[in-house]
């Protein structure tokens, strides 16, 4: 896989370099609620444009459903860009048309742009190979170079992922060198004991993902509404929790083949209870009761992990080598819930390990709750991308890449 450095080396002045972002940040109508994707991306973008590319970034932002949809515009991702390029970033109203082909003609050397949402046009996630195609072919057209560095989105066998790449010389951008470096040390080159915390609302969504760790890590450690799953395969009332009745008799095979392998499997022992569940616009105060697991009343759901669960896993944590943690233990936008997660951020922070934090949510998580980004290992930009890799899938925007 060629790196970006390799293709600085080559001399990019006056070159139109295509560069895929994952510029997918939660919008709270045009408020961008967190920059870390775009933060992410700068490092690649601000080398580029000092060494004299006219630099031309693309994204998808939400699943708009092929066709213009002003709700998920790219313009306030764009804006944000520039304020933390320090420069002026132009804005193409269409991804392939007349406002984008003005736009990248009109660039000098060192100018960044960026192209509207991807995903306006249905060709972007098109399951025909002749119509992305033929959306790659128009991307092509606007750039001499391509750089991929969309983490986010490399496990997506999109046009701008999978197929542009063929179309053009490529290379990988800074961000995706790390996150593959990242993932490697999850997978080739763990350090132990290797502690992995999956959190998050269904267990459907991590079920290749345990399937493979339990072959490779040494503590599985598991929260948020998908716990509620294993709960219920122990024989436990959990009330009406999030739970996937149809994923019980997987679950338990996945129990006993954890004992089998000497892989530790932790489930809560406390969480906080509740008959509903909370305001998250008005964030108003909770009713709940902390209970032990196993006597979740019937007529009530866990959001968050108890006190004892919290120190359960903090000390499963502390003797770690290597950490990865992937999804909320509880409802943490709701301050009377955020507890168990606040906790666990609090452990990998408190911990010697190399500490990996995986997706959007748990990204999000972390800054929401005002942790220092510094104090982990690694943020991955990635949830799904991190995860399909530890599956041992080819992510088609890696393989695209790759000489």
Do not use: C
Not at 263 to 274: F, G, H, I, R, S
């Amino acid at each position: 896989m060629k790196t970006i450095d390799q293709l600085l080396a080559e001399g990019v002045t006056g070159k139109r370099v295509f560069v895929r972002a994952d510029l997918n940040v939660p919008l709270d109508g045009t408020t961008i609620t967190d920059d870390g994707r775009i933060r992410a991306v700068q490092p690649t973008i601000a080398k580029l444009a000092e060494a004299g590319a006219r630099v031309v970034v693309a994204s998808h932002l939400g699943r708009p459903k092929g066709a213009p949809d002003p709700a998920f515009s790219l313009a306030p991702a764009a804006a944000r860009l520039g304020e933390l390029l320090g420069t002026d970033v132009a804005f193409a109203t269409d991804t392939v048309g007349e406002s984008a082909q003005a736009v990248v003609a009109g660039l000098a050397d060192g100018q960044v742009a960026v192209l509207e949402n991807l995903r306006f046009n249905a060709g972007e996630t098109a399951k025909d190979d002749a119509e992305r195609g033929a959306f790659a072919d128009r991307l092509a057209a606007l750039a001499d170079v391509y750089v991929g560095d969309g983490f986010g989105a490399v496990h997506r066998k999109h046009a701008s992922v999978y197929d542009l790449p063929a179309r053009l010389p490529h290379a990988a951008g800074y961000l995706i060198a790390t996150e593959v470096g990242v993932l490697k040390k999850l997978t080739d080159e763990v350090k132990r004991p290797y502690v992995v915390v999956l959190g998050g609302a269904k267990v459907s969504d991590k079920l290749a993902v345990i399937d493979q760790l339990l072959g490779k890590a040494d503590r599985l450690l598991i929260g948020g509404g998908m716990a509620y799953t294993f709960l219920k395969a122990k024989g436990y009332e959990v009330g009406i929790s999030l739970l996937q009745e149809d994923q019980i008799p997987t679950v338990t095979e996945y129990m006993e083949r954890a004992e089998k392998n000497g892989v530790e499997l932790v489930l809560p022992v406390d969480v906080l209870a509740a008959s509903e569940f909370p305001d998250l616009k008005t964030k108003a105060p909770a009713d709940f009761t902390t209970v032990d697991a196993d006597k979740i009343p019937s007529d009530q759901e866990g959001l968050d992990i108890g006190p004892k669960t919290r120190e359960l896993y903090a000390a499963k944590i502390a003797d770690a080598e290597t950490v990865f943690w992937n999804g909320p233990v509880g409802v943490f936008e709701h301050p009377d819930y955020a507890g168990g997660t606040r906790a666990v951020a609090q452990a990998l922070v408190d911990s010697s390990a190399f500490t990996v934090v995986g997706g959007g949510d748990s990204a999000a998580a972390v800054r929401t709750l005002g942790f220092d980004e510094n104090a982990f290992g690694h943020i991955s930009t990635g949830g799904g991308a991190s995860l399909e890799y530890l599956e041992g899938k080819t992510l088609p925007g890696l393989a695209a890449l790759e000489d």
